[in-house]
């Protein structure tokens, strides 16, 4: 899904303004490019290989929008290097979920990880009210992953515990005033993290 989702990035921004501004292009010129960047982006990771523990480090892949302009975001207008830490942020919580170990054999061991997860999660600056989804799902995959190996539930409170992480994950970002210089490109990012950020409080309501 996100191999076509970079595909389909690449065509919407990259070749038809180029096929906008120089109108000599050939479409077959378009076509091997996007059939290129196709190739690379399936054979691409979606996330790199750097420490996870550290947020703020570049942990989008490479042939990513946000691995591609992240390291240049503080150069960037407001929309886009907001966008870009929010995406960052988001590939940071996949990779956390991707290094969860497969088992967990002792409710010692549970409650270790549970610990370094909880202060990996309290770690980032700017906690993005839109990596609500993703926060959550490293938590219920924790969860879940000890108890399909142990028998019994675990008693903990999963609609609290959900509401810990709403205390500090509090950056919205459909909240925000950004300059006309930033059009589309706020209104694009308002409308997209606002159906989450608006929505959540819903969601949690009905766990």
């Known amino acids: 899904t996100l191999s076509f989702a970079l595909i389909a990035w690449f065509g919407l921004f990259i070749l038809i303004p180029l096929r906008l501004i120089f109108r000599k292009i050939k479409f077959i010129v378009l076509m091997t490019l996007l059939f290129g960047h196709g190739v690379s982006a399936w054979w691409g990771h979606p996330v790199t290989s750097t420490d996870s523990m550290v947020p703020e480090l570049n942990h989008c892949g490479d042939l990513t929008y946000t691995g591609t302009f992240y390291p240049i975001r503080n150069w960037l207008s407001d929309a886009h290097h907001d966008d870009l830490d929010v995406r960052n942020q988001m590939c940071w919580l996949r990779k956390m979920i991707e290094e969860m170990p497969s088992r967990f054999d002792q409710m010692n061991d549970f409650n270790q990880y549970s610990t370094l997860t909880r202060e990996r999660l309290l770690k980032p600056q700017h906690k993005f009210a839109a990596s609500l989804p993703l926060v959550a799902l490293l938590h219920f995959n924790l969860i879940g992953r000890y108890q399909s190996q142990n028998q019994g539930p675990i008693e903990i409170d999963i609609p609290q515990s959900t509401r810990f992480w709403q205390e500090h994950y509090r950056e919205f970002i459909s909240d925000r005033n950004y300059s ?17 950020e608006k929505n959540w409080d819903y969601l949690i309501r009905k766990i």
């Open 180 to 196: 006309w210089i930033n059009f589309p490109h706020s209104d694009w990012i308002k409308f997209e993290y606002g159906l989450i």
